[in-house]
């Protein structure tokens, strides 16, 4: 089974408009991580935001914001005003407390148009 | 920025053949985790290394093997090269064993076998 889903494959806005990236996840550690990363065309991935299982607070970094639901299982992630720099493929990632690996979603691709 | 590096950028190897992957970890970060990305999928865990000695695998054949040396680089080799070898292969470095410390990732290394 898929331990982390991300069901939007790809999402097309309008500069400036805000967008949500779903993420939802399945573990049953009672410990475990959370991760976003941005993927730009070059292909290097780019840490966004790490938050464990304990800490459901939600976080505004900028433009960024992560709405973090232990209730729902999932750590959905919002860009307000988008900006054309922003165009990505972005995926959600989970660790689990007692493994070595990071379980990566599919990847949400995302393109801003000017 | 994240100070880990890979070498090549690109290769093109037939199949049958022998491939090797460098990374540079940042420095202090005892942590090299290898990761195989397929066109328009999330990266999937190959194996990882803590101070030299293999911690982990994923669903990998044996002929995927890495080597961790102490002054922060590593290797993935992967021999009888297949078809279904193309891919992105990345390197993350991480400071702590396991997964619950942050795995920074490399460009990558971009693997074409024909």
């Known amino acids: 089974a898929q331990k982390v889903t991300q069901a939007q494959t790809e999402i097309s806005v309008v500069e400036k408009e805000d967008v949500t990236l779903d993420c939802v996840y399945e573990?049953?550690?009672?410990?475990?991580?959370l991760f976003w990363y941005k993927q730009p065309p070059s292909g290097e991935l780019v840490f966004l935001i790490r938050r464990n299982s304990f800490d459901e607070q939600n976080e505004i970094s900028g433009r960024y914001s992560w709405n973090f639901q232990k209730s729902t299982s999932s750590f959905n992630f919002t860009i307000t005003a988008s900006q054309v720099v922003d165009s990505a493929v972005y995926f959600c990632?989970?660790?689990?407390?007692?493994?070595?690996?990071?379980?990566f979603g599919t990847g949400t691709s995302l393109t801003v148009i000017p | 920025e994240t100070g880990v590096t890979q070498s090549p950028t690109h290769l093109i190897k037939t199949r049958g053949q022998q491939v090797t992957l460098r990374c540079s970890s940042q420095?202090?970060?005892?942590?090299v985790s290898w990761y195989q990305q397929a066109l328009g999928q999330g990266p999937q865990f190959i194996f990882q290394y803590y101070r030299e000695e293999e911690n982990g695998r994923g669903n990998f054949p044996p002929r995927f093997s890495g080597l961790q040396f102490p002054n922060y680089s590593s290797e993935l080799n992967v021999n009888a090269l297949e078809l279904d070898d193309s891919a992105l292969y990345l390197c993350?470095?991480?400071?702590?064993?396991?997964?619950?410390?942050?795995?920074?990732f490399g460009p990558g290394t971009r693997l074409t076998v024909l």
């Open positions: 573990t049953r550690d009672t410990t475990y991580y």
């Open positions: 990632a989970l660790s689990e407390g007692t493994g070595n690996q990071f379980y």
């Open positions: 420095s202090g970060h005892n942590t």
């Open positions: 993350a470095s991480s400071f702590e064993w396991g997964s619950t410390d942050t795995q920074y």
